[in-house]
Structure formats: C-alpha cells, structure tokens
C-alpha cells in the first residue's frame, strides 16, 4: 500500500511559469516531509524539508505548502528553469522510530 | 568527508547467479538503507538498519535478497539466484540517526540480468 502519493507523474512547463507537484500521505502521525530531486543518471539528494510547526516552508525558488487537515502538500516552483527539470520525490516520516517513506515521483521537464 | 560509495558501478549477472553488491555509508550515519529504482515502481526500499540492527527487510523481498551490515561502515545486498526481473538500480543510502535526518545517496549499481 503506498503511503505517500504523488501527482502528476510527469509535468511539462515553459520556462518561467511556476511548476505545482502534489503529495497526499495516509499516516497521520507523519511529521516530516522531505522533498528530494533526482537529475538524469544522478542520485536522489535532498531539496527542502518541512516540519508542520508551519504551513509554508520556502527557500528561493522553492515552496513547500502544507495542509495537515488535508493530509496534504504541494512543492510550488517559481519561475521555472530549465535546470529545474528532474524527478521529484516526496517523502514522509514520523518521530518513531520509523523510516521515511517515498512517493513514486513527478517527472518535471520545463522547456526553454 | 567521503559520501556514500557503493561498488561495482555496473554489474552483469546472468540468470540464476548470486551478486554481492557493497555499500560503505558516511562515516558517523547509524542509518543505512537499500532500494531498488526502476522506472515502473520507483523506489522500493529493500533493508533498513539502524546501528547494524535490521529495522525492515522489505517484505516482499524477503526470498532472494539478503542485505547484511558486519560493521557501522559497510554493508552488503546479496541477491541470490538473480531474474531479469532484478534488473535495476540498487541505491545505497545512510543518514544521521533520527528520523528527520535527511538520506544521503550513493551514486548506485545498476545491475542488468540476462
């Protein structure tokens, strides 16, 4: 049963729109999501994280929107490049001792 | 400081034989985990240890793959006997324990079964 769902699978934006990925997760006592980007022939590595203290999580370009109610998140990319286009993984974990769980990912590819 | 460094980059195996693939975590992480990538399931976590101790094997991998961890600073998945369907990227990932601590990534083996 996958925990953590994203969409879409892939997304495809012209250079300079802003790009919306999407994650839903099941587990409640989640309280950690970590968005990860993987480029071609490279290896996952961390972008932004979010501890739900709040609702919004931003580091330039880069905006994590929370929704605990929901159960749900956004990554929102302004003023796409690009060297934006990879794959996206959200991920969610709680404090207990568990391990984080991955989504399936968003393909990104944003066109010059 | 070295990241994570998994060996052989490239394995070849042919149908029935057992592969050894080897992972040597960040010096200090207590996590370590293994996946397996592939572009219809994504990642699929294999083995979780936290300080040697298995966490999680994976389940529906439970039959033909055995991850071990002898020591704090290497760690080997053996998958015995292969299938094409094995055919993947296997990663290696360790992090600083906690559950909030964020993974780091080996560069991978991509492993091909004929």
């Known amino acids: 049963q996958q925990q953590v769902r994203q969409s879409p699978q892939s997304l495809t934006v012209w250079e300079g729109e802003t790009a919306i990925l999407n994650c839903s997760y099941e587990d409640s006592t989640f309280d950690y999501f970590p968005w990860y980007w993987q480029f071609p022939r490279e290896s996952p590595a961390l972008l932004i994280a979010i501890r739900p203290v709040s609702n919004k999580k931003e580091d330039g370009r880069f905006t994590i929107f929370f929704n605990k109610r929901e159960k749900k998140l956004s990554l929102h990319i302004t003023d796409s490049q690009p060297g934006d286009s990879a794959t996206y993984f959200c991920a969610a974990s709680a404090n207990s001792g568990t391990y984080q769980r991955f989504g399936t990912g968003t393909k990104l590819q944003v066109v010059p | 400081d070295a990241g994570v460094t998994q060996t052989p980059r490239h394995e070849v195996a042919e149908k029935g034989q057992t592969i050894i693939l080897k992972c040597e975590p960040v010096?200090?992480?207590?996590?370590l985990f293994w996946y397996r990538q592939t572009k219809i399931q994504g990642l699929e976590l294999l083995s979780y240890?936290?300080?040697?101790?298995?966490?999680?094997d994976g389940g529906a991998f439970k039959d033909r793959f055995k991850a071990e961890m002898l020591n704090s600073s290497f760690s080997t998945l053996k998958i015995q006997p292969t299938e094409p369907k094995d055919s993947a990227v296997y990663l290696c990932?360790?992090?600083?324990?906690?559950?909030?601590?964020?993974?780091?990534f080996g560069p991978g083996t991509r492993l091909t079964v004929l």
């Open positions: 990932a360790s992090s600083f324990l906690g559950d909030y601590a964020e993974q780091f």
């Open positions: 240890f936290r300080s040697k101790s298995l966490m999680e």
């Open positions: 010096s200090g992480h207590n996590d």
